[in-house]
């Protein structure tokens, strides 16, 4: 007999197979002194059950199969063959009994699988011959195979694979915020199923990201939890929206969700809110995260039902809190088959875990990972605060940027201006807040924007005496194709917050007003089409990168330090160089901005954005704008321009422009050196060029500016 057993773990040199020989052996043993003699062969067709050595003892034939199936009937002294029977059919005699029995028993403490082996060794006198007829023996293979299957991994042992269609995603969001379409932007990319609770409701569940509160969300999950108690075979996996984005998609939360072996699964965290004095109720966890966070949970909808009926308090009761008293009650946790993700499998918070969570680019994918447990979460969430980090991985989970693909979503709704036949009205707020070089030509630029400027209207705020003749100057010929044009100048001694507040108040009072367009004196726009692109791009607020000319000075910042100023951060140098190019939401951004006039009077409907505290203006707006929940963009999809250098600008020179040499050096050449002066390099030419006052210059320079000429004469 030989039976082929596929490998089940018995070493790598089986190859796969592992071949089993059922052949006759004879064994010749020399006599031993006092040892009982040697049986009678048995009969020719006769075999033993024995276990074979290198079998695994997952595969041991159970033993009723045998002492239930055959007995064993002993054989006489004389050799004559003995037959196994059904036990149904033949006598009950004690001693067959016992000697089937010890049969049983004898295979019984075999450590591996049962086997058919030929029976021709050498066997003691209490152990009988089985004769046993070819129709038995195929029963007794069939017997001894049957088992392996599912020790071998047969699919009646695996557990089901839960179809995507039966996982669904509840969020509640009483408003729709940049946060909320940025996580159904996520949801929409891996084609997850969301029910939003609380829509076109008033949020009652409290005031700030530092206060307890969330308990409305508990309510609507209590009420919409209902239509779903009996659907056993239903996950749900609620989450906030706000703060969480997708990195991974239904089939990996579902298998992820089937290996922790609970009924219902909450995220985990490092950080106790908002009672640190449950702590010691808590189960200890020796490795991962001990605390339970309601910001994500996943469970069969019965048992989540369960949970949420238990909800009798107020909307601005705290639903941590809630949840963390059923799950730290271990009668309830056992009952409700309820654990954490400690190891941040399914759920990562980022409080508390800045460092433990990294962007990897793998296989042209972005993702999240956690380096400290080498898992990858699957719905990443920014709680307390953690949303300028969340921001940046916004960035590129899930795969909004790739290293082979670039930006995918810089072409996700936007505008496209040409096919309209009106453009949008914008308000250009300039602001003159220093003495600032090149100021003529900055004016100038603005009348050079590829606009329709009837579209357009000034606001104007010049703090500086010394450039009230440029805005004059300037004036006399924007009144020509400007039609309003509204200037507040040094008179008026306004500070720069007053100043930018009431620029953005021109365009929020103004309900024809569709942009605000702020620029600052020291931004050289070079692209004439700047306004057009930023338009185009249709964001709630949106810069073009502007940086100051071989340096890393940019109007943007890509982190911030935990007191709120600069910090770089991991893309920053990448962005300001061009070797990622996108629509980066970002933390902090000034000097030249464009911002929705919808924007202004709904969540920025108030008129002193521009203080806060100590902050400088620039500091206030942004955070004003993160607190609202306003996502900041700065693109640098194209050139748009440069900073000008003003710490150093001198007024005091006759021609002050003159010596930004050194400070400005790409402004000054434009100003002062012609733009063919290479010529006279590769060409023939000199000019000669000769003055009154005794001095005879010959110059190479093909232009000589009034102001070179000035300071030579003197």
């Not at 089985?130 to 695996?158: F, H, Y």
């Amino acid at each position: 007999l030989v039976q082929t057993i596929p490998d089940a773990g018995l070493g790598k040199a089986s190859g796969g197979n592992r071949t089993v020989h059922a052949e006759a052996r004879r064994v010749s043993r020399r006599p031993i002194a006092g040892a009982r003699p040697a049986p009678t062969p048995p009969p020719r067709g006769a075999y033993k059950l024995s276990a074979a050595p290198w079998a695994p003892a997952a595969l041991r034939l159970p033993d009723h199969l045998l002492s239930t199936a055959f007995r064993a009937t002993p054989t006489a002294g004389s050799g004559t063959s003995a037959r196994t029977q059904p036990a149904s059919s033949r006598p009950h005699s004690s001693a067959s009994a016992d000697q089937g029995s010890r049969l049983s028993r004898e295979v019984d403490r075999c450590e591996a699988v049962r086997v058919l082996e030929p029976a021709r060794a050498l066997e003691g006198p209490k152990m009988g011959w089985c004769t046993i007829r070819p129709q038995q023996l195929l029963l007794l293979v069939v017997l001894v195979l049957q088992p392996w299957n599912s020790c071998l991994g047969a699919d009646s042992e695996k557990p089901s694979i839960i179809p995507t269609d039966k996982l669904l995603v509840i969020t509640v969001a009483t408003k729709e915020s940049d946060g909320f379409h940025r996580f159904m932007q996520s949801a929409k990319y891996f084609n997850y199923t969301v029910k939003v609770l609380g829509q076109g409701e008033e949020w009652r569940g409290g005031d700030g990201i530092n206060t307890i509160g969330g308990g409305q969300k508990v309510r609507l999950m209590k009420e919409v939890m209902e239509n779903y108690a009996n659907q056993e075979d239903l996950i749900i996996l609620f989450t906030e929206c706000f703060d969480v984005i997708f990195a991974g998609g239904p089939e990996e939360v579902l298998k992820k969700f089937q290996k922790s072996n609970h009924k219902v699964v909450f995220s985990a965290d490092g950080i106790l809110w908002p009672d640190k004095r449950l702590a010691d109720k808590y189960p200890i966890v020796h490795i991962g995260k001990r605390y339970l966070n309601s910001g994500g949970f996943i469970g069969y909808a019965p048992y989540i039902n369960r949970i949420v009926q238990q909800w009798n308090l107020q909307d601005n009761d705290d639903d941590q809190l809630f949840y963390t008293k059923i799950y730290i009650d271990p009668l309830k946790r056992e009952a409700l088959n309820i654990t954490l993700d400690h190891k941040c499998k399914i759920f990562q918070t980022l409080n508390g875990a800045v460092d433990e969570v990294v962007l990897k680019f793998e296989n042209g994918k972005a993702r999240a990972k956690n380096v400290f447990y080498e898992t990858l979460p699957v719905a990443i969430n920014g709680n307390g605060p953690t949303k300028i980090l969340l921001n940046y991985f916004g960035n590129y989970v899930p795969n909004a940027w790739t290293q082979d693909n670039g930006c995918t979503l810089c072409d996700v709704d936007t505008i496209d201006l040409s096919a309209v036949d009106v453009h949008p009205n914008v308000t250009i707020g300039v602001f003159i807040e220093q003495p600032t070089p090149f100021l003529p030509r900055f004016l100038d630029t603005l009348l050079t924007l590829d606009y329709p400027k009837e579209a357009l209207k000034l606001f104007i705020h010049n703090k500086e005496v010394y450039h009230e003749k440029n805005i004059k100057v300037f004036f006399d010929k924007a009144k020509h194709e400007i039609t309003t044009i509204k200037i507040v100048g040094p008179e008026e001694n306004l500070s720069q917050a007053e100043a930018r507040n009431m620029g953005m108040d021109f365009c929020r009072q103004d309900e024809n007003c569709n942009y605000y367009f702020s620029v600052d004196a020291d931004v050289v726009l070079t692209n004439p089409r700047t306004l057009k692109i930023l338009i185009e791009q249709n964001r709630k607020i949106i810069a073009p990168l502007v940086t100051r000319h071989g340096k890393l000075w940019s109007n943007f910042w890509g982190a911030l330090s935990p007191d709120g100023y600069y910090a770089r951060s991991e893309d920053y140098v990448d962005i300001v160089q061009g070797n990622r190019v996108g629509i980066w939401n970002v933390p902090y951004m000034a000097n030249v901005y464009l911002i929705k006039g919808k924007t202004l009077r709904s969540e920025m409907n108030e008129r002193n954005y521009f203080v806060r505290d100590k902050l400088d203006p620039d500091m206030a707006l942004c955070r004003n704008a993160r607190e609202m929940g306003v996502f900041m963009y700065v693109s640098n999809r194209h050139e748009f321009g440069r900073l000008l250098s003003t710490a150093n600008y001198n007024i005091s020179h006759y021609h002050n422009d003159l010596w930004q040499i050194f400070e400005n050096p790409v402004d000054w050449k434009e100003k002062y050196i012609n733009r063919d002066y290479s010529k006279i390099f590769t060409e023939n030419i000199v000019e000669q060029v000769c003055f009154n006052n005794h001095y005879n210059v010959q110059s190479t320079l093909l232009y000589f500016p009034t102001g070179i000429i000035n300071v030579v004469l003197l």
